[in-house]
């Protein structure tokens, strides 16, 4: 642990730093900050965070350099606060956002103490499937006060996500198309866990629907959209 990490980090556990460099230089390469940003905004707006109350308690999980928690401050939220495994990547985050350091599926946070969870890319992540994957939606219930909402946003085998599939394995658009080439390397290299998730959906979307009631379960464009609330 840094000396200054006291001052920005709060450590549930010793953290793993991002374990892949290839990996983490393909994601610079596929998108930059302002990029990322922008993506995030988009989708924020798309799925109707925008429209919560600027006081509603906020924890973006698997947050990583702290993109989307720079967009939600933009858009006013002050209580905001961000959860990864990984320090490298949570230093990265100059906003005013809490930081900790902690894996997903046991959340260091009292009961009841958000009003919105949301997590973008991180949930297809999880080692072992359903088993990892109940035990972090239950987390993440139960750091929901009742009403409160949760919005993930993952990648799906859509008829779009087999195609860009199909052409990350043409070399020369490889060649000619740099995101693609980046995209088709982080995907190389986290080939096992990433097919796993997309040839889960159908138990994937049973099991949340287990959890919150959906108020937006859709595919389009390779990406999974779910937006639920915690009843009761």
């Excluded at 930081?99 to 992540?125: E, N, S, T």
């Excluded at 080939?191 to 629907?209: A, D, K």
Aim: charged content about 30%; proline content about 5%; hydrophobic content about 35%.
């Amino acid at each position: 642990m840094n000396s200054g990490d006291s001052e920005r980090l709060s450590y549930w556990t010793q953290g793993q730093d991002c374990c892949d460099p290839v990996w983490e230089a393909a994601y610079e390469r596929f998108e930059s900050r302002d990029e990322e940003r922008t993506k995030f905004r988009r989708r924020l707006k798309s799925l109707g965070i925008a429209a919560l109350p600027r006081n509603s308690r906020v924890a973006d999980l698997f947050c990583g350099r702290g993109s989307n928690l720079d967009v939600l401050a933009d858009m006013g939220f002050g209580d905001i606060c961000g959860v990864d495994l990984s320090p490298s990547l949570l230093r990265q985050h100059t906003g005013r956002a809490k930081l900790y350091v902690g894996d997903c599926r046991d959340i260091k946070l009292p009961d009841a103490c958000k009003d919105f969870v949301i997590v973008q890319g991180g949930l297809h992540h999880l080692p072992e499937l359903p088993d990892d994957l109940d035990k972090c939606l239950g987390e993440i219930r139960r750091i929901l006060a009742p009403g409160g909402l949760v919005a993930f946003v993952e990648p799906s085998l859509t008829p779009f996500l087999r195609l860009v599939h199909y052409a990350c394995g043409i070399r020369v658009l490889r060649r000619l198309m740099p995101k693609l080439d980046a995209l088709a390397v982080m995907i190389d290299h986290e080939r096992v866990g990433y097919f796993n998730w997309l040839s889960r959906q159908g138990e994937i979307c049973t099991l949340t629907c287990r959890h919150f009631n959906p108020l937006l379960n859709r595919r389009s464009f390779g990406k999974w959209y779910f937006v639920g609330r915690k009843e009761g």
